[in-house]
């Protein structure tokens, strides 16, 4: 399988998803993603599941003043998703593709 | 996906807050006991020499105190006195507000010799003054030292 880096990341897409407390997409399907880092800049914890829709508990948790970051390493190119309790949480989020 | 999530110290928050309540409980007992501490009294000490020249003469007065006094005794080392001094001790009290002079309390009369050879003369309390005097009624003049102990 080749080395999906592309090394500079060509493309950048800064966003912010308000994370509810039903299974919020934060992004659809991209097969030219190369990059994503997202802050949970909100005031609850929320939950990213990667390709099925979130669960309270369940998935990657990221804390207020937390963050995810998907790379080279760990790159996943499908739907993702996150949920949080009260819909406090926000996901100030930036997306590299090709 | 790579996570990091910041420290979370809401569990040390609260407990540091609980400290801090503690804190300033303590501190409103320690002020209450050092103001009741404060207010306990000191023991004090003063004194000086008195030589006798054969009238009577203060040994120690307090003709106007501050407030409700309360001194401890005098001492007056009688050590110089001899076979042919006479003294007489006495003791005033002046309990009239404003002040209206000493009034005799007590008095007594040492021939010669002394022994015990220090004297040792309790005081009252007293709100408006107290003195203790010497008079040598007889012999040569002699330093009688003297202090006294009290409570401020």
């Not at chain 2, 804190?23 to 501490?37: G, N, P, Q, R």
């Not at chain 2, 001094?85 to 009034?103: F, H, K, L, S, W």
Request: charged residues 15%.
């Amino acid at each position: 399988m080749p080395k999906p880096t592309v090394w500079p990341v060509p493309n950048k897409r800064p966003f912010a998803i308000n994370v509810g407390a039903a299974s919020t997409q934060v992004v659809p399907a991209f097969l030219s993603r190369l990059t994503l880092v997202g802050v949970n800049i909100g005031t609850e914890v929320c939950y990213v599941s990667e390709g099925t829709p979130a669960i309270i508990g369940q998935g990657d948790a990221i804390y207020p003043y937390g963050s995810m970051h998907m790379d080279e390493h760990n790159l996943y190119t499908g739907v993702i998703y996150a949920i949080c309790a009260t819909g406090a949480a926000v996901l100030s989020c930036t997306e590299g593709s090709n | 996906m790579r996570v990091y999530n910041a420290y979370n110290d809401a569990a040390l928050l609260v407990l540091i807050a609980a400290l801090q309540a503690d804190v300033t409980s303590i501190l409103i007992l320690v002020t209450l006991i050092e103001a009741v501490t404060s207010a306990l009294p000191t023991l004090s000490e003063t004194g000086g020499t008195v030589t006798t020249d054969g009238t009577e003469q203060n040994v120690y007065v307090n003709a106007a105190p501050l407030g409700e006094y309360n001194p401890i005794c005098v001492t007056i080392n009688c050590t110089a006195q001899t076979a042919g001094e006479t003294i007489v001790i006495r003791q005033y009290y002046d309990n009239v507000p404003g002040g209206a002079g000493a009034i005799l309390v007590d008095e007594v009369t040492y021939v010669g010799l002394i022994s015990p050879e220090m004297l040792v003369i309790d005081l009252d309390p007293n709100r408006y003054g107290v003195w203790v005097t010497i008079e040598r009624t007889a012999g040569v003049a002699r330093a009688y030292i003297w202090d006294v102990h009290y409570e401020i």
